[in-house]
């Protein structure tokens, strides 16, 4: 995005006028916008009509009695490009292309489309492909469907790929107010770190909500994300669709295990996105976080009238990573006197049906168990439908002693109904007046709690850390043409050179394996050692703990024999000796990969032999600190095992952060040729670790 298309996209959030072009879809957007009660002109541009959608039309761009800040454009594609150069010569601030028939069509759709952003110019052209724009901040609705909003001064910003779901989700019952709905189509000229620098800097926006297939540009994407963390606007993200993202060779076991969907989840991490799998999902937690806050903690106090739904919230809360801390003695003792008799003192709490209503009491109860000190609090109620009950005397009661306590208390709070349906306008906007979130169906509520808390928990860290910690993203360099895979020593020797320890070996040949086995000490392991052989296990290429000089003879032997059966081009008499390490506290794979959009990845994960199958991995976007670092090897199911698991011997977890970080940062030394590396296994000691077996890929003309 140009200078003057980012002041032009300005020009198109913020419209003082507007026209639309085409027909019917046309017409229809013109209707919208003057039932949303825009205040401004909004013109017709047609040469077959006078009026258009009940306002004054223009047989062409020229005729326009001024410069439109914003236009929807509905006409057939063969006549865009025209019309944009008209437009732009009109200098008219945004387009928003409605019209199909570009890129999503092959290549003479792509020309085209290449030829629309060359007259577009320093315009801002959203789409084309696209279903519009909503900006129910300036009343501006550049959109041809039915869709539900009203004007609001602040609201939820939603960038979607899929234009239809754009239209869908402002459908909801679920007392959710957008600001804008930016349908990005093809993605011609704008893209959405194009429209997210441009959301963080309106004060109009409280949070973001993305449905996305795919990043263009991945720097410039965690600069936007970076500012919307420093700013408190959350960002809640559903990513679709699987796509091919610019792996040049994938031999490594790292490259297995850090596809398309694991960088994006690693970049989502590493900025505090918050990442769902439905649309649902993303209601319900951007509805959360904008009206109740987000938790600095994972520490829930639930209240139900219910024996059932406690032990639901308890159950499906603590799979998603709640925790409902139980009264302390104090207050337990508080409660047991409160509470009637039929009541067992608890967290999640069934206050039983005598307090149900009674707004005299109930407070009491509520304030009593908030004061052991929680991070957020939740009650279960649902709501019969106003056609079935006259009032909701008990409900509403119930619903006004929680707002006023949890008020009280400063903390996050919601109201969830079991069923979806189960809660009625009046009682969601009752609730939102007094600061709780309506969350409709109690599983989506506690995962959207749950999002929330592990948002407001990792930003606060981030944000302590950001003096230390590079959240954003490097410029990610190009890579010449040609990969070369490196045998295992060569690939050894550099990481020797870089500091990172490798096992006693020497090279040799088969003649002399036995007497250089001797030398270097048993027990032994002997490696045939050629480029052609990057898994050495499934060719046969390795022998391991052998213990005297005819072991060794006879390992040669047979590896040669196996490795010449199943991939002779790669037979060679060089073998790689080394002393056996025996007793590791662990074993881990670390492995960097390069890819074309997001630069360097770390891959950290279990090690050995069942790696793939296994697949307890973390990937990290480079560069990486300590903090990151020490958190991914934390999650790894084999964590527990390097603080000494049922009195093993325990590896000192320092030393290994900054093994892994003199690692990584030998990948980027060297950024511009390495293609991948790969340590499998990585023997973790109580006090070093060794790079047991190493596969090291470069590029072989590599830009400087």
Not at 172 to 193: D, H, T
Not at 338 to 359: F, K
Not at 574 to 580: A, C, G, P, Q
Request: net charge negative; hydrophobic share 45%; with cysteine.
């Amino acid at each position: 995005m140009t200078p003057g298309q980012g002041e032009n996209l300005k020009r198109l959030l913020s419209p003082r006028s507007i026209a639309c072009i085409g027909g019917a879809d046309a017409a229809f957007a013109i209707r919208c916008c003057m039932e949303a009660g825009f205040n401004g002109p909004v013109w017709g541009v047609n040469p077959r009509r006078d009026t258009l959608g009940g306002q004054p039309c223009f047989p062409s761009v020229a005729a326009l009695p001024d410069s439109p800040d914003a236009v929807f454009l509905a006409i057939p594609a063969a006549a865009c490009i025209e019309t944009v150069v008209a437009l732009r010569d009109k200098k008219a601030g945004g387009v928003v292309c409605f019209t199909a028939g570009f890129g999503e069509l092959g290549e003479s759709g792509k020309a085209s489309e290449r030829q629309m952003i060359a007259a577009a110019g320093d315009m801002a052209l959203v789409g084309p492909n696209c279903s519009g724009l909503l900006n129910f901040v300036k009343s501006a609705p550049l959109w041809p469907f039915h869709h539900r909003g009203t004007q609001v001064d602040k609201g939820i910003a939603l960038i979607t790929q899929s234009g239809m779901l754009g239209n869908t989700l402002t459908l909801n019952q679920r007392s959710l107010e957008f600001s804008y709905v930016i349908s990005s189509g093809n993605q011609a000229m704008l893209g959405i770190e194009d429209y997210l620098e441009a959301l963080v800097q309106d004060p109009a926006v409280t949070a973001i909500g993305l449905y996305i297939e795919s990043l263009g540009d991945i720097p410039r994407f965690a600069d936007a994300a970076v500012d919307c963390l420093k700013r408190g606007i959350p960002i809640v993200v559903q990513k679709a669709g699987s796509s091919e993202i610019g792996s040049r060779l994938t031999i490594t076991h790292t490259g297995s295990l850090s596809g398309a969907d694991e960088l994006y989840q690693a970049l989502f991490d590493r900025l505090d996105i918050i990442r769902v799998t439905s649309p649902v999902m993303m209601l319900e937690t951007l509805k959360f976080l904008t009206i109740s806050g987000a938790p600095q903690g994972t520490r829930v106090a639930a209240f139900t009238c219910s024996g059932g739904d406690a032990t639901m919230v308890a159950d499906a809360g603590e799979r998603c990573g709640l925790t409902f801390p139980q009264p302390t003695n104090a207050v337990a003792r508080d409660l047991e006197r409160r509470l009637p008799d039929i009541a067992t003192v608890s967290n999640p709490l069934d206050y039983t049906t005598p307090l149900w209503g009674d707004e005299q009491k109930l407070p009491g109860v509520l304030r009593s168990m908030l004061s052991d000190g929680y991070d957020a609090a939740l009650m279960v109620q649902d709501f019969p439908p106003p056609d079935l009950a006259t009032d909701n005397m008990e409900y509403l009661a119930d619903t006004r002693s929680f707002i006023s306590v949890t008020s009280q208390a400063g903390i996050p709070a919601a109201v969830a109904s079991c069923l979806p349906e189960n809660l009625d306008k009046a009682a969601r906007d009752m609730m939102i007046a007094g600061g709780v979130a309506p969350l409709q169906g109690v599983h989506d509520a506690l995962r959207a709690v749950s999002y929330a808390a592990c948002y407001g928990s990792s930003r606060a860290q981030l944000l302590s850390l950001a003096q230390e910690r590079e959240l954003a993203m490097p410029k990610v360099t190009g890579m010449g043409d040609g990969v070369e895979v490196l045998d295992e020593w060569q690939g050894k020797k550099r990481l020797e050179a870089a500091g990172i320890p490798v096992p006693p070996g020497e090279l040799t040949n088969a003649k002399l394996a036995a007497a250089t086995a001797a030398r270097i000490g048993f027990p032994v392991a002997v490696k045939m050692v050629s480029a052609g052989l990057p898994h050495k296990t499934e060719m046969g290429a390795i022998k391991t703990d052998l213990h005297a000089p005819d072991e060794v003879s006879a390992a040669v032997a047979e590896i040669r024999q196996s490795v010449y059966d199943r991939a002779p081009q790669a037979t060679t008499d060089v073998f790689l000796i080394e002393r056996m390490i025996t007793a590791p506290v662990a074993e881990i794979l670390l492995g960097v990969r390069h890819d074309a959009k997001f630069g360097q990845a770390l891959v950290l994960a279990s090690g050995g032999t069942l790696v793939e199958l296994v697949r307890d991995s973390v990937t990290l976007l480079l560069p990486a600190d300590r903090f990151a670092v020490s958190h991914a090897l934390s999650s790894l199911k084999i964590s527990p095992l390097l603080d000494g698991y049922r009195g093993q011997l325990k590896c000192d977890r320092t030393m290994l952060v900054e093994r892994i970080l003199q690692f990584a940062d030998f990948a980027q030394m060297h950024r511009n040729e390495l293609v991948e590396l790969d340590i499998n296994p990585l023997m973790i000691g109580p006090e070093d670790v060794v790079a047991v077996d190493v596969l090291l890929s470069i590029c072989r003309n590599a830009t400087s």
